[in-house]
């Protein structure tokens, strides 16, 4: 399963924007540090359900919407020099060695500093805080290179001893290839062989974002300057305000409104059941979902994994007639993919014997036989025939 991990300084709405994607019990507060080990629940991709357009409906998806889990950690604040111990340094750290992407947590209202202390309202500079996540994982990373490059230079006097294997291996855990090494290293106009101290410093620099892409979430929107908005959204962040959809969340458990996450309004069945404070709080963020289409959360999950990571969603059944499984459940099950993949990557994803035994796929839409090396596409609905039950 995809891993997302949000990280950021403490006190940017970390907790709050984890809480909100994944309705998950963690601790909120107003000071640094409120989290201390990581936090781990499952988040949702939202997609169009295909059943939609289909005469069958498959009794899985909420009114034609499908989501599709995904794992989601929210890791202890960073602050500067935590690749040196300060702060929770390396616990940090270390944390986002699972996640395939990261959601960069940010305080779009400027209203905590560098360490996550709070100051006033808008006298702090969001985009201070991007760079100061960036240089804290080069550093980290080139860290643990220094740590064996002595051992591999002295490998590397043989000819038979490859750098690029040497450095994949002990960056294993990081989903680093040898394809990476060698496009940062061209990038970074360095020879690994003979690389100095600093050079490792720029190749870290150009190396972390290739194994760990990153977006940013300019969390607590609704409570920024229309000034800050404009500058944060000018770095391509997503404006989002965990605190809203948490709310709006909870009110929907309550069955005091009726809403799907990522929508960009909600509707109240009855507002004899709300107190003044409570109509006051949901006009206040109707107000917000109006200007900004929604609260952003969904948003930044979906922009993560969908275009970051570049993933489709694919369907795998049993009776491409019925778009059903072997128990007669109609689309039961979601895969994200990455874009590019395969009928045959697909039976390795359902399972690996299925992908050992892999014979041909059907498009179920079309009913047609597809090619082992077909390009699977958002949305497709595929059967898998292999000599493996």
Same mark, same amino acid.
């Given at each position: 399963?995809? =891993?997302?991990?949000?990280?950021?300084?403490p006190?940017? &709405?970390?907790?709050?924007?984890?809480?909100?994607?994944?309705?998950?019990?963690?601790?909120?507060?107003?000071?640094?540090?409120?989290?201390?080990?990581?936090?781990?629940?499952? *988040?949702?991709v939202?997609?169009?359900c295909?059943?939609?357009?289909?005469?069958?409906?498959?009794?899985?998806?909420?009114?034609?919407?499908?989501?599709?889990?995904?794992?989601?950690?929210?890791?202890? &604040?960073?602050?500067?020099?935590?690749?040196?111990?300060?702060?929770?340094?390396?616990?940090?750290? !270390? +944390?986002?060695?699972? *996640?395939?992407?990261?959601?960069?947590?940010?305080?779009?209202?400027?209203?905590?500093?560098?360490?996550?202390?709070?100051?006033?309202p808008?006298?702090?500079?969001?985009?201070?805080?991007?760079? /100061?996540?960036k240089?804290e /994982?080069?550093?980290w990373?080139?860290?643990?290179?220094?740590?064996?490059?002595?051992k591999?230079?002295?490998?590397?006097?043989?000819?038979?001893?490859?750098?690029?294997?040497?450095?994949?291996? @002990?960056?294993?855990?990081?989903?680093?290839?040898?394809e990476?090494?060698?496009?940062?290293?061209?990038?970074?106009? @360095? %020879?690994?062989?003979?690389?100095?101290?600093?050079?490792?410093?720029?190749f870290?620099?150009?190396?972390?974002?290739? *194994?760990?892409p990153?977006?940013?979430?300019?969390?607590?929107?609704?409570?920024?300057?229309?000034?800050?908005?404009?500058?944060?959204?000018?770095?391509?962040?997503v404006?989002t305000?965990?605190?809203?959809?948490?709310?709006?969340?909870?009110?929907?458990?309550a $069955?005091?409104?009726?809403?799907?996450?990522?929508? #960009?309004?909600?509707?109240?069945?009855?507002? &004899?059941?709300? +107190? #003044?404070?409570?109509? =006051?709080?949901?006009?206040?963020?109707?107000a917000? /979902?109006?200007q900004? +289409?929604?609260?952003g959360?969904?948003?930044?999950? +979906?922009?993560?994994?969908?275009?970051?990571?570049?993933?489709?969603?694919?369907?795998?059944v049993? !009776?491409?007639? $019925?778009? =059903?499984? &072997?128990?007669?459940?109609?689309?039961?099950?979601a895969?994200?993919?990455?874009?590019?993949? =395969?009928? %045959?990557?697909?039976?390795?994803?359902?399972?690996?014997?299925?992908?050992k035994?892999?014979?041909?796929?059907?498009?179920?839409?079309?009913?047609m036989?597809?090619?082992?090396?077909?390009?699977?596409? !958002?949305?497709?609905?595929?059967?898998?025939?292999?000599?493996?039950?």
């Amino acid at each position: 399963m995809i =891993t997302l991990a949000l990280a950021g300084k403490p006190n940017c &709405g970390k907790s709050t924007l984890y809480r909100a994607a994944t309705m998950a019990p963690a601790e909120i507060a107003n000071y640094p540090f409120t989290t201390i080990d990581a936090n781990r629940g499952v *988040a949702y991709v939202r997609v169009p359900c295909p059943c939609t357009a289909l005469s069958h409906r498959c009794g899985v998806c909420a009114d034609g919407i499908r989501y599709v889990a995904v794992h989601l950690i929210d890791v202890a &604040g960073l602050v500067p020099e935590a690749h040196t111990g300060k702060g929770l340094g390396n616990q940090f750290l !270390d +944390n986002l060695r699972q *996640a395939d992407a990261i959601i960069q947590v940010i305080d779009a209202s400027g209203g905590t500093d560098i360490e996550g202390n709070p100051v006033d309202p808008g006298s702090f500079d969001p985009l201070d805080e991007i760079p /100061m996540l960036k240089n804290e /994982m080069a550093m980290w990373l080139c860290g643990i290179i220094e740590k064996h490059w002595a051992k591999m230079q002295r490998q590397a006097q043989s000819r038979t001893f490859s750098i690029y294997t040497g450095i994949a291996e @002990i960056l294993a855990g990081l989903s680093i290839r040898e394809e990476h090494l060698v496009e940062a290293e061209r990038d970074a106009g @360095i %020879h690994l062989r003979t690389a100095s101290p600093s050079d490792l410093v720029g190749f870290s620099r150009i190396l972390m974002p290739r *194994a760990k892409p990153m977006i940013i979430a300019a969390n607590k929107a609704d409570l920024a300057s229309p000034e800050l908005i404009a500058k944060v959204r000018t770095a391509g962040a997503v404006l989002t305000s965990g605190a809203a959809e948490l709310a709006l969340r909870s009110a929907a458990s309550a $069955h005091l409104i009726t809403y799907q996450p990522g929508d #960009p309004d909600f509707a109240i069945p009855d507002e &004899g059941k709300l +107190n #003044p404070a409570q109509k =006051t709080g949901l006009e206040k963020m109707r107000a917000y /979902m109006k200007q900004y +289409n929604g609260t952003g959360v969904q948003t930044i999950i +979906n922009t993560a994994v969908l275009e970051l990571l570049d993933m489709i969603v694919v369907y795998p059944v049993e !009776d491409e007639t $019925h778009f =059903t499984d &072997g128990q007669g459940r109609v689309l039961p099950d979601a895969f994200l993919m990455k874009k590019g993949s =395969t009928p %045959h990557d697909l039976a390795y994803q359902v399972h690996t014997d299925i992908g050992k035994g892999f014979l041909y796929a059907v498009d179920a839409k079309s009913k047609m036989r597809i090619k082992e090396s077909t390009l699977l596409k !958002d949305g497709d609905i595929i059967k898998i025939v292999s000599t493996a039950k």
